[in-house]
């Protein structure tokens, strides 16, 4: 038996490079140490060709606490390896069914760290106490890095810790719960903090329970302030997103309906995009839509007309909906970026991609469109708008298709953006396009399940 330990992903992948060089079997490895067994035999390792979805899955599950998790992802390596390239995708599979179980706990569990990590002030600093189920804090620091990036803070687990002091974020080893700031004796201040944050789903104790494990609620000082802040909970981001430099948010009315927002629209000066196009393409559809549909941002036809998705990638997208049996006329359709970027090539604009800047700067349109709107379901067509709402380490790759509890819906969902159908090269068009029908085909019948069950 070959006898092997690996403790991070990088250690994984090279000692799994090793294994399948020397061409050992999954049953010839022991994932443990173990002073009887040989080492991997020294062979020279050849360049593999390994799905990028497999690589990226693998890279999530390799923060799974169960140990098991090492012999399982290079089980399934072998077998894509040796001849099933599509694995992946035989979800009744009983490995590619255990990947999967495991990718939902941590989803689930980075969520949960979002959403219920909860920041204490010692003097100049923020301290936060969390116990996450998996290995999840070197993959989530950068989040609240971006989320709370103007305020010096650590975040406190049994595993690791990570500190952020304005300028670098470090990681030290993990501490026990009594090495958190006592509760009771800043409990002030939290809830003060806590009202600049308060988001009103957290109300909903059945939906706290079945989201949030009880050994959580010990760090939930808020449900006592919860009643006050109900009468003003809807302008309550929108506040917060004033604060930012370089942000739309002094644009948007802190009361509007849409065509109030569209209006104000107009005089957006949030970032420097509106210098060089036409004009604003704000989001159009029924305010009272079940389904948003948020793309990247408006194309060279679009920023003509002012209308979103009424080019190219909008025409398929039209048929593609058609096809899967929705209405475009009752959904809202709108993008995270309102101006259209664009590169000058002699007569033509070029559509160029809107940097992570001015995604964040238009978010508060976005924002306030939801906010009046209230769908049950959010569709990103793209990466663009799935980080725009996810954070940027949403991958369409191995996200695209899975349902997640959102702050501004029931469930988002993310798929392509029809625009990749257009640029794929002739003989994966139809395959393409085939996969988008599918998405929205599953779109259909989840929205009509969220309408049934409310």
């Not at 509106?274 to 060279?300: K, L, N, R």
């Not at 007309?305 to 809202?332: C, N, Q, T, W």
């Not at 604009?349 to 209230?374: D, N, T």
Request: proline share 6%; charged share 30%; glycine share 6%.
């Amino acid at each position: 038996m070959i006898s092997v330990q690996p403790e991070t992903f990088s250690e994984f992948r090279d000692m799994a490079r090793k294994l399948l060089a020397a061409g050992i079997t999954p049953r010839q490895v022991l994932w443990k140490k173990s002073l009887f067994d040989e080492a991997i035999p020294e062979c020279r390792t050849a360049l593999l060709s390994v799905p990028k979805e497999y690589l990226d899955l693998a890279e999530l599950i390799s923060l799974h606490r169960d140990p098991l998790k090492w012999p399982l992802l290079y089980r399934v390596l072998y077998r894509i390896v040796h001849g099933e390239r599509q694995l992946l995708r035989i979800d009744i599979d009983d490995d590619v069914r255990q990947l999967r179980l495991m990718e939902k706990a941590l989803r689930r569990d980075m969520h949960k760290m979002t959403a219920f990590v909860r920041f204490r002030k010692v003097e100049d600093h923020f301290v936060a106490w969390h116990r996450p189920d998996h290995l999840i804090v070197e993959r989530m620091a950068p989040w609240f890095q971006k989320r709370f990036g103007n305020m010096r803070w650590s975040i406190l687990t049994p595993d690791k810790c990570a500190h952020w002091d304005l300028a670098e974020l470090r990681y030290g080893p993990g501490v026990p719960r009594s090495e958190a700031p006592d509760g009771d004796v800043l409990e002030e201040l939290w809830k003060d903090y806590y009202r600049s944050i308060f988001n009103p789903a957290r109300v909903k104790v059945k939906a706290m329970k079945t989201e949030m494990p009880v050994r959580h609620w010990a760090t939930l000082p808020e449900a006592e302030v919860i009643p006050e802040l109900l009468l003003k909970a809807d302008a309550r981001v929108l506040e917060m997103a004033k604060e930012q430099k370089g942000s739309a948010a002094e644009f948007v009315p802190m009361s509007a309906n849409l065509a109030q927002l569209h209006g104000a629209a107009q005089h957006c000066r949030g970032c420097n995009l509106y210098e060089h196009a036409t004009q604003v393409v704000f989001g159009e559809g029924p305010a009272d839509a079940s389904i948003v549909m948020v793309g990247e941002q408006p194309g060279d036809e679009e920023d003509q007309k002012g209308h979103p998705f009424v080019g190219p990638a909008g025409r398929l997208l039209d048929k593609a909906m058609k096809e899967a049996g929705l209405d475009r006329s009752k959904i809202y359709i709108t993008n995270a970026v309102k101006h259209f970027k664009f590169e000058e090539r002699g007569k033509r604009r070029i559509h160029a991609k809107p940097s992570g800047v001015e995604v964040s700067a238009c978010r508060p349109w976005l924002e306030a469109e939801l906010l009046v709107v209230k769908p049950k379901l959010v569709v990103c067509l793209g990466a663009t708008a799935a980080q725009a709402l996810m954070g940027r380490d949403f991958r369409i790759t191995s996200e695209r298709g899975h349902f997640f509890p959102h702050r501004w819906a029931k469930e988002l969902v993310a798929t392509i953006h029809p625009s990749a159908i257009l640029r794929a090269p002739p003989e994966r068009y139809d395959e393409e396009y085939g996969l988008l029908v599918r998405d929205l085909g599953i779109i259909n019948s989840r929205i009509r399940e969220l309408e049934m069950a409310s």
